[in-house]
Each structure stands twice: as structure tokens, then as C-alpha cells.
């Protein structure tokens, strides 16, 4: 359901977005989830969003980025200092925008896990969005790691068992193989024709992914993988500040304190988990 202005829009509605924005629209109208924007310009802005991040996820799947784990992370040192820990810190005076379309641009020189790559998915869908100006101000000190988000990048994840295109879902697979803990589970861009993007495995039908996750189960394992009920999307805290910023200007903020887990292919719920753990 969708409500703009306080009022309902319904399935007769006459609006047609195009694309993959119309097909989002619909989903919202469909879904039992209540979707609420002050204006059609939030809703447009919402869709348009979900649209980028999708075009950023098949971008990556079309790049030479790979997928590797935290200690054998790579980056273009032109832009980026990789940390001890796998993770990608932002020089200085370089600009924020450039480094994120580096990573589309030279992506030979680039190895990362794949909630990673939904960051780095989420930073060039907003670039697109808001435009290099808006994104330099904003995104100052990017650092690059596993769930490890700026303080103006804010995710929301949530249980549902409904999802929407341009939200980020997750397979889990409980019983990986102890030798390939990388596959302890996916975390996957939903596309608007129904497959879903996890970097290390492509564009894929649910039942591909699970097919794969299942045949790197320990031996003798009777927990299959499966898709879970995690969501994760942009939050509407970050989409209204995108939207309502009057200037380039930077704006202070504090850092986020980011946990240096060494688990690849970890849920965003297991990331606030370490977070909560260690920094209560």
C-alpha cells in the first residue's frame, strides 16, 4: 500500500513510471507493507533510487571486480589505502565520487566480499542520484568494509518475508563447509525480473543460489540453505536528508566506529550484532 500526502493511492491509479521504477511502483501497491511519502516528488525519489541501485548492481556483475575475502581484499591505491584489516579507506584529497567510480571504471584492480559490494552498490547508486557535488560534500571519509556504513549512508534491515526490487536480501546457509567459510551465506541485490545479483556468484534465479550454497555444505549435512527474511534497504532518514541538503557545503558529523569481524559474507543483522557486542 501506498500513501502520499495522507491519502491512498490505489490499484486504478493512471500513474506509469517506466522501467523498472513502474515495476516497484506496483510491487508497493501490492504489498501489505505501508509505504508513506509527504509528496510524489519522495516517492519518484524513492523509486528512482531503487532503480540506481539495481542499474550499480548489474554494472558490478558486468565488471572485473572479484570476489575475495577480507585478506586478500584489493584496491587502486590512486584512491584508496587498504587497511590491515581488508578494508578501504579513502585518501586524502581525493574525491569521494571519483574512488567510487573507480571501482566501476578499473575494476580489474579491485577484490572484495559481497556485503561489501552492497555498500559499494548503495554509494554508486546515490552518486547517480544526487550527483558528484552533493556526494563529495556528503562523503568525505569513506571507508569501505563489510556493512561499515557513513554516519549520512543509514540502512534500515528488518524480518519480512516481502521485498521489494532494489532491496538486498539474504541466502543463508548454516551448515558452510568449515573450508570455504565464505559460503556461509549471500547477500543478494533483488532485481526487478525476479533474480537477484550477489557479487561472487552473479545474476541468478533463488533457486540457482541455493542450489550452489547447498553444494558447499558440510558433508553429511541435513540443513539446507536458504533464503532468509532479512531485509535491507536505504533508509528514509538518508532519502529525506538527500533530498531536503541546501548546499554542497560539508556538514560535520561524528564517524560511525566500524568492527573489523573477518567474516565474509555476513548478514547486516550479524554485522549490528558484532557492533552492539563490542561497542554497548
Known amino acids: 500500500m501506498i500513501q502520499v500526502a495522507g491519502r491512498p493511492l490505489t490499484q486504478d491509479s493512471s500513474m506509469d513510471f517506466g522501467g523498472e521504477e513502474n515495476v516497484v511502483f506496483r510491487q508497493m501497491l501490492n504489498s501489505a507493507e505501508l509505504f508513506t511519502f509527504p509528496s510524489m516528488y519522495e516517492l519518484q525519489f524513492d523509486l528512482t533510487i ?6 550499480s548492481a548489474k554494472e558490478m556483475e558486468e565488471s572485473e571486480a572479484e570476489f575475495t575475502t577480507f585478506e586478500y581484499a584489493r584496491c587502486n591505491d590512486r584512491y584508496w589505502r587498504l587497511t590491515n584489516a581488508g578494508g578501504f579507506q579513502l585518501k586524502a584529497n581525493v574525491s569521494p565520487a ?99 545479483f550477489g557479487h561472487g556468484f552473479g545474476i541468478m534465479t533463488a533457486e ?29 532518514t538518508t532519502l529525506n536528508k538527500l533530498l531536503t541538503m541546501q548546499s554542497g557545503r560539508a556538514v560535520g558529523k561524528t564517524p560511525k566506529i566500524c568492527v573489523h569481524h573477518n567474516l565474509c559474507s555476513i548478514s547486516n543483522t550479524q554485522y549490528q550484532f558484532y557492533l552492539n557486542k563490542f561497542y554497548r
Not at 50 to 55: A, L
Not at 109 to 117: N, Q
Request: net charge negative; proline share 5%.
Open 98 to 196: 571519483d574512488a567510487i567510480l573507480d571501482i566501476y571504471r578499473n575494476s580489474s584492480l579491485y577484490a572484495f566480499e559481497c556485503a561489501t559490494a552492497c555498500v559499494i552498490i548503495y554509494y554508486h547508486a546515490l552518486l547517480k542520484s544526487i550527483g558528484k557535488n552533493y556526494f563529495d560534500a556528503l562523503f568525505q571519509n569513506l571507508y569501505l568494509y563489510s556493512w561499515h556504513t557513513d554516519p549520512d549512508l543509514q540502512l534500515h534491515t528488518f524480518y519480512s518475508n516481502h521485498y521489494l526490487s532494489g532491496d538486498v536480501v539474504y541466502f543463508n546457509n548454516p551448515d558452510f563447509h568449515p573450508n570455504k567459510p565464505w559460503f556461509r551465506g549471500l547477500n543478494a541485490v533483488v532485481m526487478s525480473d525476479g533474480t537477484f
Open 50 to 55: 531503487r532503480k540506481f541501485i539495481m542499474e
Open 208 to 236: 540457482e543460489i541455493i542450489e550452489f550454497l547447498n553444494s558447499e555444505r558440510s558433508p553429511g549435512s541435513r540443513q539446507p540453505a536458504y533464503l532468509s527474511n532479512i531485509v535491507t534497504r536505504v533508509s528514509p
